[in-house]
């Protein structure tokens, strides 16, 4: 008879964490800290990006204007007397502008404010070259101010709308041929005056664009309604061509080889990249169809075909989100398969679609490729008509200015690109929280 052998003690207590137990703790924490570091580092990249847009491009919506009593002389306006627009057009903007730079010495004289070491010359060089412009278009469409004293409010010139958003400062007006340091100070004076004043420019909203030497009135009114054009073109044909295939390949098609090929290229369509949607468009809507370039329809077919893919994607992943039981039911209550499929399915995937729909707008609203492809970075100066006929007549878009204005040389347009880039941004935003909203409003519990 042998003695019974002591027990064994547990080699780990239930109260102990193990080595293992630790490691795994260990690892968890690191993969925490890893994607709290990355989000914290996107976080980061965005607020720079942000700030560093906001700061470079709020300036662009304010504006230094002048102001002056301009006297529109008969003899140099209306020789004739007539008050005959079509002869007082003969008179061009060359003509109007010797006058508004004799209509500011003789202010500036009058209020005793100094011109040291400024010509005549250089003060029409302080005021646009869009000032003569804007006079003109004011007496052809009232003759009957011809030989009064009218007081103007004309755009200050580029250099020194720069000088009070400190783009120009007095060391840099001494290397710069646009502009000289007396013109500087002579400006500190006419804003002591009163003569000079710097507020909200919403002509950089509805302005058209200008031209290189006229960054300070260049604005985005043509680039608004050209996008808003072309998304209303991708709208009306995207999204019922959209919903309509996902419906049919989603609840109808048969599952063979030819749906499998269709669903392989629409996901192949969704990677290709934007700027081969510009050269199919060039091809086929310009070359081939013949319509007209730089227009909204053109550049709105070609943004169709580049947001079908991701309406496509979009609306059948919703549709495929609404459980079975759902068509099961409406099916054994005697339902059609397109009365379970409208009555029942599409409502509860409206939210996912709608979704997918604006953010497929959204994206195809920041795309600048395809549309350099058909000829949308044309200089254009005129506002489209009205629908029908605006579609077919030329404008730009937000992302095409943008990308315009950055390939000038005047520093002026690097901040009109800057602004320009935050009313996109204000765009994209406003049509996200319009998808957030939709997809709460219309969301379906089941």
């Known amino acids: 008879m042998t003695d019974a052998s002591a027990p064994v003690p ?28 990355a989000i914290a580092i996107g976080i980061l990249a965005l607020i720079l990006l942000v700030i560093s847009i906001v700061s470079n491009g709020a300036s662009a919506f304010r504006q230094t204007y002048i102001t002056i009593p301009v006297e529109l002389t008969e003899a140099r306006l209306d020789p004739a007397g007539n008050r005959d627009p079509a002869e007082m057009a003969r008179v061009t903007t060359f003509g109007y502008a010797p006058l508004l730079a004799q209509a500011l010495q003789q202010h500036l004289q009058g209020q005793g404010i100094s011109m040291e070491g400024v010509t005549p010359r250089d003060l029409m060089a ?5 000032a003569p412009a804007q006079v003109r278009a004011l007496v052809l469409a009232n003759p009957e101010i011809v030989g009064q004293t009218v007081t103007m409010e004309m755009l200050a010139g580029g250099r020194i709308d720069g000088y009070f958003k400190g783009r120009v400062t007095l060391e840099t007006a001494e290397r710069d041929s646009n502009v000289s340091p007396a013109q500087l100070l002579l400006a500190d004076r006419m804003v002591e005056a ?3 004043e710097t ?10 664009d200008a031209s290189d030497q ?12 050209g996008s808003f054009y072309m998304m209303i073109v991708v709208l009306v044909l995207a999204l019922p061509i959209g919903v309509a295939a996902s419906i049919y390949l989603e609840e109808f098609a048969p599952q063979n080889r030819f749906t499998d090929a269709i669903e392989v290229n629409i996901s192949n369509l969704a990677a290709v990249p ?10 086929i809507f310009i070359n081939f169809a013949g319509l007209p370039q730089s227009a909204p329809i053109v550049g709105g077919l070609v943004l169709t075909l580049m947001t079908l893919p991701t309406i496509i994607i979009a609306t059948r992943a919703s549709l495929r989100a609404v459980p079975p039981s759902i068509r099961d039911a409406a099916l054994g209550l005697g339902a059609s398969k397109m009365q379970s499929v409208f009555h029942h399915v599409l409502p509860l995937a409206a939210p996912g679609i709608l979704t997918g729909t604006i953010i497929g707008l959204a994206q195809a609203l920041g795309e600048t490729a395809p549309l350099l492809l058909i000829g949308m970075v044309a200089f254009v100066r005129e506002f489209p008509d009205a629908p029908p006929e605006g579609f077919f007549d030329p404008t730009s878009a937000l992302p095409v200015q943008v990308y315009n204005w950055t390939q000038r040389s005047d520093p002026a347009f690097v901040e009109r ?12 935003l406003f049509m996200n929280a319009m998808a957030v909203i939709l997809r709460r409003r219309f969301e379906r519990r089941w």
Not at 126 to 130: K, R, W
Not at 274 to 283: D, T
Request: net charge positive; charged share 15%; no cysteine.
């Open 199 to 208: 507020r909200f420019n919403w002509a950089f909203i509805t302005g058209p």
């Open 274 to 283: 934007s700027i081969v949607f510009g050269i199919l468009g060039l091809a």
């Open 10 to 37: 547990p080699k780990s207590s239930l109260y102990a964490t193990s080595d293992h137990v630790k490691r795994r703790n260990r690892t968890e924490a690191r993969f925490r800290a890893y994607g709290f570091a």
């Open 126 to 130: 302080m005021i646009s070259q869009e």
């Open 417 to 428: 690109a800057s602004g320009a880039t935050i009313v996109l941004l204000v765009f994209l």
């Open 214 to 225: 006229r960054p300070e009135a260049a604005g985005l009114g043509i680039a608004i309604l």
């Open 194 to 196: 009163g003569m000079i």
